[in-house]
């Protein structure tokens, strides 16, 4: 099992949150160890370990051979003084991150229904016909799971904590939501997914959520006064929740630095002393980070001289495929490939269009650049940077800045890919191409020319890394987080 301390954490939050939403009260009795782990997907020890840090903070009993028993207690003020300062920290942001969530989700809905059988469609049948709150989530969760891309799902359980979603049968106003109109939408969704029709199932989806998230703003407007709004918190998606985050966090900055920053005309990196002070982080964690970057081929130490930086015309080693980190992360990388392949268009429509002339010019400039230097490999990263910048969304640019993170992971493999997939000759049109549609306005024809890209790219990343000896299961696993459904 992957990273197992990670989803202990996710579990602990989850119960955590359904505790204090009075989701389960005093006395209330767990399910087995047994059905958690089915329902998370994960193993008995990263369920126990999540039960004893319950335990320690007083929110649960553990007894053997016999259920955990709720022993967290919260008297109605204390309840209704948490609601009021949870939804008053994120009111502000729910219209923003609503939008945010459906220009990612929805296409992975509409492929999700691509892939579907009709069993799976008579499982989304009885969800609807005992249909709850908790089910509604079950449903978005069942029809992500298809995609069998563990990083959607994590991106779907960080929304969902954030958002609150997995006590949203706890809101106590008659009439917030009509079962049957719900069911109705959702019927009218199921019904748009077996024709496989794109259109009908984006209408659908729209209706089911226009009649959702509209009357969830207005509910929580109504909970929170203009004395209790504060400053909003801001959504992080947390990706990496373990140890190595710091490592990982730091690689990913460095290769920005040397793909598109400060570094790239650099031959060598700054010596470790320089680069600790600079990211404030230990010697011992630049030491490990450049150790990282050596082993994914983007640079190679020389004693005595210092971190060469190895430029697309360095043939130089490959990756070191056998390291777990390195697989781990290409597993990132291939996974936040496959998110941008369906969402990148949609998302270019709204973001390019409200970029100003002059930071237009200033991108034209840049991918005008990547064509002189011979690093037209580089165009597509350098517009990812742009989206997560200047996109007008606050929590978009956290989606997506996480997003071309983990893509540059993926960059040092371009040296030993560009020949086989033609990948070099492909870049360099799409470069001219963007530039050409950026200095005539015309957004839509760069939003195309970037979906189109990444669609025809991504399986050719996918196959080379099956080639390289990672297995499907590293790469397509089922997810190994799940909400319960």
């Known amino acids: 099992m992957h990273n197992e301390p990670a989803y202990s954490k996710l579990i602990y939050e989850y119960f955590v949150l359904r505790f204090q939403f009075q989701y389960y009260k005093y006395g209330d009795k767990l399910p087995p160890i047994e059905t958690l782990c089915r329902k998370f997907g994960v193993s008995p020890l990263t369920v126990k370990a999540a039960l004893t840090r319950l335990q320690e903070e007083g929110y649960v009993s553990i007894q053997h051979g016999k259920c955990t028993q709720v022993t967290f207690q919260q008297d ?207 010697l011992s964690t630049i030491r490990r980070t450049i150790r990282l970057l050596n082993e994914i081929g983007a640079v190679h130490s020389i004693n005595g001289k210092g971190t060469h930086i190895l430029s697309f015309d360095e043939q130089g080693h490959e990756p070191n495929f056998d390291n777990p980190a390195i697989r781990r992360n290409l597993a990132y990388f291939i996974n936040a490939f496959e998110i941008l392949k369906f969402s990148i268009e949609g998302i270019s429509r709204i973001t390019l269009p409200v970029i100003s002339p002059s930071i237009r010019n200033d991108l034209i400039k840049h991918l005008e650049s990547h064509l002189q230097s011979h690093s037209s490999q580089l165009a597509s990263n350098e517009l990812l940077v742009f989206i997560s910048t200047y996109s007008p969304l606050p929590e978009l640019r956290e989606v997506y800045e996480k997003l071309y993170r983990l893509m540059l992971w993926g960059v040092p493999l371009l040296r030993h890919r560009r020949e086989e997939s033609g990948i070099e000759e492909t870049t360099i049109q799409f470069t001219k191409q963007m530039i050409a549609s950026l200095k005539k306005e015309d957004f839509n024809g760069c939003a195309k020319l970037l979906g189109d890209l990444y669609a025809q790219q991504y399986p050719i990343a996918e196959a080379y890394l099956y080639r390289r000896g990672l297995k499907p299961e590293e790469l397509r696993c089922p997810p190994a987080i799940r909400l319960p459904i």
């Open 76 to 282: 109605e003020s204390a309840y209704r003084q948490f609601k009021q300062d949870f939804f008053a920290d994120r009111v502000p942001l729910y219209s923003g991150f609503y939008k945010t969530m459906d220009l990612i989700f929805l296409p992975l809905y509409v492929e999700s229904f691509q892939r579907m059988d009709e069993k799976d469609l008579t499982y989304l049948r009885h969800i609807t016909e005992r249909l709850n709150t908790d089910d509604l989530v079950n449903l978005y969760c069942f029809l992500l799971q298809k995609l069998e891309n563990p990083l959607v799902l994590n991106l779907f359980w960080e929304t969902s904590l954030f958002l609150g979603f997995p006590s949203l049968n706890q809101i106590d106003l008659p009439g917030f939501y009509s079962i049957e109109l719900m069911k109705e939408r959702i019927s009218q969704l199921i019904t748009s997914g077996q024709k496989k029709d794109h259109k009908l199932i984006i209408d659908s989806q729209g209706a089911l959520e226009r009649d959702i998230s509209e009357k969830f703003i207005d509910y929580l407007a109504g909970q929170t006064s203009k004395e209790t709004v504060r400053k909003p918190i801001s959504f992080r998606w947390r990706i990496y929740r373990d140890r190595p985050q710091i490592c990982y966090n730091l690689a990913t900055r460095i290769l920005h630095h040397i793909y598109l920053g400060e570094y790239r005309k650099e031959s060598f990196l700054p010596s470790y002393q320089t680069m600790a002070d600079k990211y404030r982080v230990s």
